[in-house]
């Protein structure tokens, strides 16, 4: 049966579920309160600020019953009921992880093994909405990545693509860029040439964490897509040589593009990215647009170069690239703050003609998570 006991000066409580054991701060469940007085019913979003909380809150009495657990914080004299799953749902009370570079929770890495696997969409199930869109999108954020089939076959139909779950962000390459042979190009993407896999726009604050490849001519031979997760890159570095992913996650690298005229835009943020309690938040790598590296120490720029080199060799092995043809009226979606993208070359005969736009992730989880809740909400009734 859970319990709950009080600390004596009041300054948090120890919440007992039977498979976990949970200490809560009085400030933190104050603040945290899910009453009408402290948030809005509608929305969720708090209704007061943290200077209209007494600073010396304390736990007066806390208790459980059928509802959740009940506390009554002084010197306010208020009760607030707190939903037992939600606490432990919402617990901190844990060991910090010691180690850098872990995932998210959802997060799953994977190399050329998901090749049988895929994550696909059908175009018109996902606009119908539902399930399929939300397995979709499910596969999107766990994977990063994921491709539509079935699509029409013409121009603009990527944006019915993004209205799925968000908004077209606009660059200077315009609303959406066309991916064809161009004479004189502003950009090595709009030539035949094979291209490394990259993340797109590392030189943009923010970067793009969207970015949507639909098909519309593919009769030149070549020009396969190919992905790869460059958060299983980033760890399997991290278990070669820890000292190379340290290097390439402890310095800034600087990234430029300066093709267009009245265009010059940088950026200075590292190859592989932390969040200060060390879980791996992203990944920039672009051979084409890195520019000078000033940001690293003389005695160990060496030691960067060398990571750099094995990192990019890492991201070239064809064990860790899913490898697929777009044929008109399919396109694929990449989380670009993750996910490397890249084709192999293709020959001057035949057409091939994709256009490609950009959006934002928060857009794409938020429909994801909306729906699954809803879900979840649904089940439960």
Not at 24 to 41: K, Q, S, V, Y
Not at 214 to 227: K, Q
Request: charged share 25%; proline share 4%; with cysteine.
């Amino acid at each position: 049966m859970p319990s709950v006991t009080v600390a004596p000066a009041g300054d948090y409580l120890t919440l007992s579920l039977g498979s976990s054991t949970l200490r809560f701060h009085a400030i933190w469940l104050r603040d945290n309160g899910a009453d009408p007085e402290t948030r809005a019913m509608a929305n969720g979003q708090r209704l007061i600020a943290l200077r209209d909380i007494p600073a010396e809150t304390a736990i007066a009495e806390a208790s459980l019953d059928s509802g959740g657990l009940l506390v009554r914080f002084a010197p306010e004299n208020k009760t607030v009921t707190y939903d037992l799953s939600w606490l432990e749902s919402h617990g901190y009370d844990r060991e910090p992880v010691q180690q850098s570079g872990w995932l998210a929770d959802g997060t799953e890495p994977w190399d050329a093994g998901l090749m049988e696997a895929v994550p696909s969409g059908d175009f018109a199930a996902l606009e119908a909405g539902g399930v399929a869109l939300g397995d979709w999108l499910g596969a999107v954020t766990r994977y990063g990545f994921g491709k539509v089939v079935n699509g029409p076959i013409e121009e603009g139909a990527l944006f019915r693509l993004v209205d799925l779950f968000g908004h077209v962000r606009e660059t200077n390459y315009g609303r959406h860029f066309e991916v064809r042979t161009e004479v004189n190009p502003t950009n090595l993407a709009f030539t035949g040439l094979g291209l490394q896999a990259h993340t797109d726009n590392p030189y943009r604050d923010p970067v793009p964490t969207i970015q949507v490849l639909y098909c519309l001519e593919s009769s030149a031979a070549g020009g396969e897509n190919m992905v790869v997760d460059g958060f299983a890159a980033a760890l399997r570095l991290k278990a070669e040589n820890e000292a190379y992913f340290n290097v390439l996650a402890d310095h800034c690298a600087r990234f430029e593009y300066a093709g267009e005229t009245e265009v010059c835009l940088t950026s200075r943020r590292p190859m592989i990215e932390l969040a200060p309690d060390g879980e791996l938040i992203g990944v920039r790598f672009n051979n084409r647009s890195l520019a000078a590296v000033q940001d690293v120490p003389f005695d160990k720029m060496a030691l960067y170069y060398a990571a750099y080199r094995r990192f990019g060799e890492i991201i070239d092995d064809t064990a860790m690239e899913v490898t697929f043809r777009l044929n008109p009226g399919e396109a694929f979606v990449v989380d670009n703050t993750r996910v490397l993208h890249a084709r192999k070359g293709y020959s001057g005969e035949g057409t091939r003609w994709l256009q490609g736009c950009y959006a934002d992730k928060d857009g794409l989880r938020s429909v994801y998570e909306a729906g699954r809740r809803q879900a979840q909400a649904e089940a439960a009734e």
